[in-house]
């Protein structure tokens, strides 16, 4: 029989006796001059009086340091005494957050100063952990690399991680993977917005959110559709509950009754993975209406009618049957955001992690565009994403498809502007050419491996345990860097297991040993290096919203915790290229970033200039983001991209046409041409009326920029009145795809066979180096009645207490006192069939495993649907791998990880995983 999950209660006594040596926890609790409300009655934040901080020490100091925790980018004063990072206090003249901040950011003193943390280097051998030294440990990790890379081959290693890393050190290690001569290189948005990206860079031309934060409190209609922004990202609901109060509408459809959905006008509930359904229900009422922008569909997109005749087959009717949103509560929702615009779509990764994640996102676009929302202020696409610079790591592609700036992989001009940029930098010694970066990489089948998108996040546990006949590359592989990278965010979990337990080789670098360290069963190859926290660390994020962030370090690194970048450039000049890492300061990397990275117009953001806008912050106006007067005068905060030069103020709305471009304007991407099914095929597509007089601008197809060191291009087009990307259209129809406009598919694992009939997924398809089974699984799903052996449908989200994989959150005192233990949520009903209590114990079982969590009795969901967060790991199907973690650094807060059971569905682009439906079972323990 499982081991139960050991109570933590007693170990918080300790913890808390800990804590209060060194944190002043009665500061947190008021940070920044607020209070959080459990209730979530009123606001989320009220004012009470602030409390200034005594100058107790003479050497007391206060840093402005920006939130490592979600994406909105809040900022926050450290308070340094004696070389300890003892509170916080408010940094009240920051323009997204005005100091407040919810309960993780108010975490971040207890983060920094956790006993729990990873605090040397270590190494397991013979089923110990034994410290070792920084030498010895880099030393160790280097010759294993290069063994394995020399006996297998570049493919043979998998990089992943870095996603609370600055923009610098992602380049880095981006760069440290092409440098070794693998694609095999990927991290954390793969498995959060991923889809995202696809989404909107082939609806736009650029994979972001079209606003930022502090531009929201221009809607007049908040469209929340898969985010529960209440929990994920509070400081921003907070933007809108003040909207809310200045008379914008909220509203939510959402499977569960979120706390997002408490706050709202119209809450209305879907069956999770019906969204396109959903989306598509919204326009065809909108069109039957007449409540369509038909002005800017004419002139600023493209296929709007292959998009009306799809939508004639979803009426409200058929809607119902495939959502369960009852008809008139569809009509309702599509009156109120059509009457109330400029409004938007607020969405996280309740879009974006289905099978049909890519689609579900061009659904929103479209929605966007149908309504002439796109490119006005407060409206549009609002993908809010999860960890703080998980923007800027996207930006600069960690990823096994793209290099920094989305320049695609398997294009050798990519590769050749890329050899150019390292050695044209000034940044580094580094010389290298085209021919030189290609021969770090193997062959394969005659071809080189450099042009060849590498393995997923999401799957790369394939490339160990398949047989090499069945990938796309030489071997399997053989070692493994988790780079700040949660494990337990990844599905098939018992596969990843089984993957970490045959590798050579897997080194952990985190500031905690986190759960991967204890999930494998093995006596021995594991190295653990101590990263820094982002308190501990100097560089730049990019919030949600586009926005780059200066973060200056609070304190140095604590124990023998390293920065990323230290580390890098000790590994890089063991494995022979530290010539392209001899950087004098991070700032260096910046500007090496200003030199390559030019698609999405990272020239203006110097350090320079994020650093004055940190020391002026008080001339910004929270109300635009824009400074009036003083040094910065002109600019929006953060420099949002794309900031085409030293000049440019930053891009706040992206393809808002109404402001020059040298104001801040932009348009849709000009990349694409008509296909050839249409009359004008091959002709360029571009926006069919001039841009408004005041701009300057004219129809403009895209500029050469993208391999211009000189910036001469950019300034061209900017004196022309036109962004260099050019004036295009967004593309509703996109030809290449599969479906080339959006169309409800059943997910992989659907509760009714006849709607999988009637809607089946895609037709199987080998990307990213392993075949990839929709068709296969789900069909295996139907013949297998697993419908009726698990017949409640599984989502999984957020907390707001806890963080990403959980590793920094669950072992901060006070966060895991408020939320200490794993559970589901279970309808009343659902809990009285099954005879369980509130916080009783049960299992949650799917066709891939079981979890033993505490029952949740809520309301919250239906009687058909479960709910875990995702956050949790340390506990594997009721065994408690506590005893497994380094002594002194087990997490404490430990719980089964829903990812043991979610689906095995992946989306068709860009194979994110379906974490928001598979089918479960539930009884009590």
Known sequence: MAAKTKSILSELKISRRTFAKLTALGAAATLGGYATSKKFTGKLFEKVAAQPTPELYSSTKRVKSICSF????????????????????AWETHPINLGGMCSKGASMANVTNSPRRLKYPMEKVGGKWK????????????????????????????????????????YML??????????????????????????????????????????????????FFGSNAAEAH???????????????????????????????????????????????????????????????????TYGFEYVKEAVKDYTPEVVERITGTPAGQLREVARMI????????????????????????????????ILGNQGQWGGGCIPARGHDNVQGVTDMCVLSHFLPGYYGVTAESSWKWYAQCFSDTPSTSGKITFDELKARFDTYNGESMMTKIGFAVSRWYEGVLKPEAEIDQPRNIKAAVFWGEATSSVTEMKKEKDAMEKLDLIVIVDPFPTSASAMPNRSDGIILLPAAT???????????????????????????????????????????????????????????????????????????????QKEYDYTFDPWDGRAKGGPCDGQYWGLPWPCWTTDHP???????????????????????????????????????????????????????????????????ALAEGNPPTGRGRAMLRVAGWTDQVPRHREPIESPDPALVAMY????????????????????????????????????????????????????????????????????????????????????????????????????????????????????FEGVDYGDRYPEGTEELARGDSCNIITSPGYDEQTQMQETKVALCNVYKA
């Open 174 to 223: 981006r760069k440290f993977a092409m440098l070794f001569g693998t694609n095999n290189v990927d991290h954390q948005a793969r498995i959060c917005h991923s889809t995202t990206v696809a989404g909107l860079l082939s609806t736009f031309g650029h994979g972001a959110m079209t606003s930022t934060v502090i531009a929201l409190q221009h809607a007049k209609c908040h469209f």
């Open 234 to 300: 509070p400081v921003m609901m907070q933007k809108i509950l003040d909207a809310k109060d200045r008379g914008a509408k909220i509203v939510v459809a959402d499977p569960r009754l979120t706390r997002t959905a408490a706050k709202a006008d119209l809450f209305v509930r879907f069956r999770p993975g019906s969204d396109i359904a959903f989306i598509y229900g919204l326009i065809n009422i909108i069109l039957e209406n007449g409540w369509q922008d038909q002005e800017f569909i004419d002139n600023r």
């Open 760 to 875: 089946p997924t895609y037709e199987d398809k080998k990307m990213y180096r392993v075949l990839t089974e929709f068709k296969t699984e789900q069909q295996r799903s139907v013949a297998e009645k697993r419908h009726e052996k698990y017949p409640f449908v599984l989502t999984t989200g957020r907390q707001v207490e806890h963080h990403g994989g959980g590793a920094q959150t669950r072992n901060a005192d006070y966060l895991a006192e408020i939320q200490p233990e794993m559970y589901v949520e279970i309808n009343p009903t659902v809990a009285n069939y099954i005879g369980a209590k509130h916080w009783d114990y049960v299992w949650v079982e799917s066709a891939r495993g079981r979890c033993r969590v505490r029952a949740n009795v809520t309301k919250r969901v239906d009687e058909r649907t479960l709910f875990m967060p995702y956050h949790w790991a340390g506990v």
């Open 70 to 89: 979600c994406s909105v980018g809040c900022g926050y004063i450290g308070v340094v005494e004696d070389g300890v990072f003892t509170k916080m206090d």
């Open 650 to 716: 930053g891009t706040p709305v992206l393809y808002c046409d109404k402001a020059p471009v040298t104001e801040g304007g932009h348009d849709f991407r000009a990349r694409w041409t008509y296909p050839a099914d249409e009359p004008n095929a091959g002709e360029n597509i571009v926006r069919g009326n001039l841009p408004p007089a005041s701009t300057g601008g004219s129809i403009h197809w895209t500029y050469a920029y993208g391999t211009d060191a000189t910036g001469e291009v950019n300034r061209q």
């Open 534 to 612: 982002r308190q501990e660390g100097t560089g730049s994020v990019t919030t949600t919203g586009r926005e780059w962030q200066w973060r200056d370090a609070v304190i140095s690194p604590m124990y023998e915790s390293r920065s990323d970048m230290w580390i890098m450039q000790q590994l890089a000049d063991r494995l022979g290229f530290g010539e392209h890492y001899d950087y004098k300061s991070i700032e260096d990397v910046t500007r090496e970033i200003n030199l390559a990275c030019r698609p999405i117009g990272l020239q203006g953001q110097t350090p320079e200039r994020m650093k004055l």
């Open 338 to 369: 059509s009457e109330n615009r400029p409004s938007n779509v607020i969405w996280s990764m309740g879009v974006t992690q289905h099978s049909v994640g890519s689609q579900i996102v061009r659904a929103c676009a479209i929605l966007s565009c």
């Open 131 to 170: 410290r070792i030294s920084w030498e010895e440990a880099l030393d160790k990790v280097s010759n294993q690399l290069s063994s394995i890379r020399n006996s297998y081959g570049p493919d043979s290693v998998f990089f992943c991680g870095l996603v609370h890393g600055s923009n610098e050190e992602a």
